[in-house]
């Protein structure tokens, strides 16, 4: 008996770990390059310091974000108070938090991207700002901006 609970916890561990450590991309020109690659949207996560971590701790920390993302998406973190990114990096984040219309952070954007001739445009697929309800709430209602035909 004390056994199976031993393994249990190491595996409830071992995946709670797996669902804290997701690769986010920090720069847009890396992030496009790999969303292209691996023909996936990117989820474009626009934050800052000292915002609640609603998002944080009811979504992206839980294993079915992590499941989920790893299937779905590039993931991509633009904090927009980091200070220890370039100046030309932070005006480049705040242009594109620009361009997609945040305007309350944290808040997400889901885009693809195609760079001809040193330009990139953007297609936005939609955003979302954090509202309760749970992580499954949270796939659905990506998936439905992600996968709109299928809704």
């Given at each position: 008996?004390?056994?199976?609970?031993?393994?249990?916890?190491?595996?409830?561990?071992?995946?709670?770990?797996?669902?804290?450590?997701?690769?986010w991309?920090?720069?847009?020109?890396?992030?496009?390059?790999?969303?292209?690659?691996?023909?996936k949207?990117?989820?474009?996560?626009?934050?800052?310091?000292?915002?609640?971590?609603n998002?944080q701790?009811e979504?992206?920390?839980?294993l079915?974000?992590?499941?989920w993302?790893?299937?779905n998406?590039v993931l991509?973190?633009?904090?927009?108070?980091?200070?220890?990114?370039?100046?030309?990096?932070?005006?480049?984040?705040?242009?594109?938090?620009?361009a997609?219309?945040?305007?309350?952070?944290?808040?997400?954007?889901?885009?693809?991207?195609?760079?001809?001739?040193?330009?990139?445009?953007?297609?936005?697929?939609?955003?979302?700002?954090?509202?309760?309800?749970g992580?499954?709430?949270?796939?659905?209602?990506?998936?439905?901006l992600?996968?709109?035909?299928?809704?």
């Amino acid at each position: 008996m004390m056994k199976k609970l031993l393994v249990s916890l190491f595996f409830l561990g071992f995946i709670t770990m797996q669902s804290q450590n997701l690769v986010w991309k920090t720069n847009i020109n890396d992030a496009i390059e790999l969303s292209n690659q691996l023909k996936k949207p990117m989820l474009i996560l626009f934050t800052a310091n000292n915002l609640a971590d609603n998002l944080q701790n009811e979504i992206m920390r839980t294993l079915d974000f992590a499941l989920w993302s790893r299937d779905n998406v590039v993931l991509v973190k633009l904090d927009l108070s980091d200070s220890q990114i370039s100046d030309s990096d932070k005006e480049q984040n705040i242009r594109l938090k620009n361009a997609f219309g945040v305007q309350d952070l944290p808040e997400i954007c889901f885009a693809n991207a195609v760079v001809r001739k040193n330009k990139t445009t953007f297609q936005a697929l939609g955003k979302m700002a954090y509202s309760g309800g749970g992580v499954k709430a949270w796939i659905s209602e990506s998936n439905a901006l992600l996968h709109p035909s299928e809704f």
